[in-house]
């Protein structure tokens, strides 16, 4: 699974100074420096080098200042971690090329470069702004059918665990998670009800919600943290 790749790449990329995030934006990975503005670096993981990898990679490339491909080292070392023409293509396209060993160690093939273009700050910004709203890492970079637990899903479980009580007015939710009214209005995930006019219950699918996310208290208090 690439989800195994996952944890080697974020301590080798934490290592250097960020800090990183699963599965943000559709990218496998995203890592933030701590500078201002923050250097972005997006890693896409796959089992092996493959044509595929590289396409993910142009495609990410216009939202990011570094992009990192990372594969399993083949179980020879004489896969393409190892061909000089796939080397030098990332070199041409400036990416990184990052092998995880079989004991979980990780191994620089090719370095990018230093800075890239910015050719998408829209994209690049979306990116920044969810990374620093989602609460911890919830997501193993590389997963693709479990729902990602994004910072929006993250504030909905925390409405969703106020109401599990009982009835809650809107008005009481909003200082403790400020995005609280237009999470119940929009209601995405079909969790909430409207009792009447500013009140608020839970459904049943919102009960299931929290069997499958159980909150801790502290979670409540955090999602505030997390708005923007």
């Keep these: 699974m690439e989800t195994a790749l996952y944890l080697p790449v974020k ?13 943000v934006g559709g990218c496998d990975l995203v890592a933030l420096s701590g500078g201002d503005p923050p250097v972005v670096v997006i890693g896409e993981l796959k089992l092996s080098f493959n044509l595929e990898l ?12 570094e992009v990192w491909l990372a594969a399993r080292m083949s179980a020879s070392g004489k896969g393409r971690e190892s061909d000089a023409r796939y080397r030098n293509l990332c070199r041409r396209l400036g990416f990184g ?5 079989s004991s979980g160690d990780v191994e620089v093939i090719v370095k990018p470069p230093t800075t890239a273009p910015r050719r998408n700050p829209k ?13 911890g890492d919830p997501a193993l970079g590389g997963s693709t059918r479990a729902p990602i637990m ?3 899903r993250q ?6 665990s106020a109401l599990a009580q ?10 403790e998670i400020p995005d609280a009214p237009k999470i ?20 049943a699918a919102g009960h299931a919600a929290l069997k499958r996310w159980p909150q801790q208290p502290a979670d409540f208090a955090a999602a505030a943290d997390a708005a923007p």
């Design 11 to 23: 301590r080798f990329l934490e290592n250097l100074g960020f800090v990183v995030k699963g599965e």
């Design 54 to 65: 590289v396409l993910q990679a142009v495609d990410r490339a216009g939202a990011c200042d």
């Design 97 to 101: 090329m990052l092998a995880v060993t």
């Design 123 to 135: 994209k690049r910004s979306r990116l920044v702004a969810e990374h620093l709203r989602r609460k």
């Design 150 to 152: 994004t910072a929006y």
């Design 155 to 160: 504030q909905a479980l925390a409405c969703a």
């Design 166 to 175: 009982g009835p809650r007015r809107v008005r009481d939710l909003k200082p």
């Design 184 to 203: 119940l209005l929009h209601n995405v995930y079909g969790w909430f009800d409207r009792a009447e006019r500013g009140v608020y219950v839970l459904t």
